[in-house]
């Protein structure tokens, strides 16, 4: 198919040679852009909606004028109804073209919102959220303002689901291929647009999901016999019906072999309807699918990744777009048995809803154990567009240099990426393997945020992405943290009982994998002398585990723990107090803080005198 490989080359060489762009320049070119098209667009509907009007009012002149020439009447007919059908279907394309512009145009306005820090109005993947997680909940993964709301772009359910799983995965192994992949799409916004555009377009009731359950389950209705009877009973009928014009057979008789072919079919027509259920939903998905799949079939990829999911759309037999696209025309067919007139007419005398089902059922037997993994390809390609489309909108953002000697974690320049750039302070660390890092400081100062940042710095060198750094050496690692633990009524279970489960967890992770191990102020449950002794243990536990992590705490004794293990370190967040008011750098430095702010807030805050 030499149009498709060309097609193809173009858009190898289009992945190959987009250069890096300012993403702020780039989506306010492209709005501009697509809103001169969309102009252009909605200027070419009206003319042809215009033309359609001329063609109907043009057979009203007709059949006025020409009255009583039946063989000119039939002519101008005919060329009319050609007219119009190239009319409709010209509109059609220009209508879809329309809608996808305006999809396009909201996802530049989107990513204009997002580059000035509006993205709340965002899915939220709240429904992701999982206490008992490994991190999900303590490094606010999902909910209001999540890291997940920040990347998510997907449109498909399933892109948003696989996207989901990979963040919370704590999967490290791949990530060479994991970065090639999202550089590759980070590349082509263009193609991620397009593809993105035509993903939100598909409305329909059932999901994917939905619909592949279907397939596996379904039990056919009529069995294949049924390729043959709808055929020769439309011949038959054809025949009786060109036998009444001709006066060789009476209407009665035309009329009882009608209603024979209206009791066939009635004879089916409850499991029918169930059927026609089923695939007027599953209409629209597959109409829309059929594009995202010839759009995935007529690009190629240079990432090992995108190639590897890619292959199952290589099928020589016939595309699967192809495939796609014959069984959203059936579907469409299929629909038409709502029309009265082609409902009765064409069950009377051709059997056509058991023709449909037929080719439904055939299609279904064929293809149906595919469509699952058609699904999930598409929605593999979903997510990986919001991996891209996120190192797109952040070009000074580094891929971690992936390491093999003992530094877990080398950074320069790190912070969290949802904090404003503008006055988000960064800080440069190092943390070798096997080394704990006691962090103390005043509240407020920054522990908790250095403890997410050190966190999500890990979830996203894990998932491929840049990360929001200068420069980063990273040994791939797994993720476990204990940072907001709570109680819970109905398991009657207290604060306390409830973070010495999740401390027990960790232990039991800890022999299973490498974790990197963060802690936010532990055995907070319990009075100080309990809490300093319990600490102290656990801590030592870690230590002869040989464990990796942070531990954040008001207490300073723990901090003893430095003089006892070469593997533990001292470092704090200061706070000072300048000219009455509470200053914080926000700066990791090495040793113990030694300045408290709590008495100073309540004073200044006029709780106590």
């Known amino acids: 198919m030499p149009g498709r490989n060309l097609q193809a080359l173009v858009i190898f060489v289009f992945l190959s040679i987009t250069p890096m762009q300012d993403p ?195 039990q056919p209705i009529l069995n294949g016999r049924f390729k043959i009877i709808p055929l020769a009973f439309g011949l038959i009928s054809l025949a009786l019906i060109a036998a009444y014009l001709i006066n060789a057979l009476s209407g009665w008789s035309l009329f009882f072999w009608f209603l024979a072919g209206l009791g066939i079919s009635g004879f089916y027509l409850k499991r029918i309807n169930r059927l026609a259920v089923l695939s007027a939903n599953a209409l629209d998905t597959f109409q829309q699918f059929h594009k995202l799949i010839h759009l995935l079939e007529t690009t190629s990829f240079n990432a090992e990744l995108l190639t590897q999911k890619q292959v199952i759309f290589n099928n020589d037999e016939e595309a699967v777009s192809r495939s796609v696209r014959k069984f959203a025309d059936i579907l469409h067919a ?135 750094a200068t420069s980063m050496r990273y040994k791939p690692i797994k993720l476990v943290t204990s940072m907001r633990t709570a109680d819970s009524l109905t398991r009657h279970e207290s604060y306390f009982f409830s973070e010495l489960k999740r401390l027990k967890f960790i232990v039991e992770e800890m022999a299973k994998d490498r974790y990197f191990i963060v802690l936010d102020e532990i055995l907070k449950g319990t009075n100080s002398t309990d809490k300093a002794q319990g600490s102290r243990q656990f801590l030592d536990r870690l230590v002869a585990s040989k464990s990796t992590g942070l531990i954040a705490t008001h207490d300073l004794s723990l901090c003893s723990a430095a003089k006892a293990y070469g593997q533990v370190s001292n470092y704090y967040f200061d706070a000072e107090i300048v000219k009455g008011e509470l200053h914080f750098d926000y700066q990791l430095k090495p040793g113990i803080c030694q300045n408290m702010n709590a008495s100073f807030l309540l004073k200044k805050l006029k709780i106590v005198e």
């Open 24 to 218: 702020n320049e780039y989506y306010t070119r492209r709005l501009t852009e697509l809103k001169a098209e969309k102009k252009k667009l909605s200027g070419q509907l009206f003319r042809y909606s215009l033309l359609r009007l001329l063609v109907f009012l043009s057979v009203l002149f007709a059949l006025y004028f020409f009255y009583g020439e039946v063989q000119l009447l039939i002519g101008l007919g005919l060329l009319a109804l050609v007219v119009f059908v190239f009319l409709v279907m010209r509109f059609n394309h220009l209508q879809f073209q329309k809608q996808k512009c305006d999809a396009l145009i909201q996802l530049n306005e989107t990513e204009l919102a997002a580059l000035k820090g509006d993205y709340l109005q965002l899915a939220e993947g709240a429904e992701y959220e999982d206490g008992e997680h490994h991190f999900s909940r303590d490094i606010d993964l999902f909910g209001v303002g999540s890291f997940f709301q920040y990347i998510n772009r997907t449109a498909l359910t399933e892109g948003k689901n696989i996207l989901a799983k990979w963040l919370m995965s704590n999967h490290n192994e791949q990530l060479v291929l994991k970065q090639e992949a999202i550089k590759e799409l980070r590349d082509a916004p263009e193609w991620r647009q397009e593809y993105t555009a035509i993903a939100a377009m598909v409305s329909t009731e059932e999901t994917p999901s939905q619909l592949s359950k279907w397939f596996r389950e379904y």
């Open 334 to 468: 299929f629909d038409q048995r709502n029309n009265m007139l082609i409902g009765i007419l064409g069950n009377g005398f051709l059997l056509l809803d058991l023709y449909q089902t037929y080719r439904i059922e055939h299609w279904i037997e064929k293809h149906g154990e595919e469509v699952n993994s058609w699904f999930e390809v598409l929605g593999y390609f979903d997510a990986c567009n919001s991996l891209g489309n996120f190192a797109f909108n952040h070009p000074a953002y580094v891929f971690p240099e992936l390491s093999a000697d003992p530094i877990v974690i080398k950074a320069e320049g790190a912070g969290h990426p949802l904090l404003d750039k503008e006055s988000r302070v960064t800080n440069d660390f190092l943390i070798r393997e096997h080394d704990f890092h006691i962090i103390t400081g005043a509240n407020m100062a920054g522990k908790s945020t250095f403890l997410r940042t050190v966190s999500l710095l890990i979830v996203m060198a894990n998932t491929g992405l840049p990360v929001c």
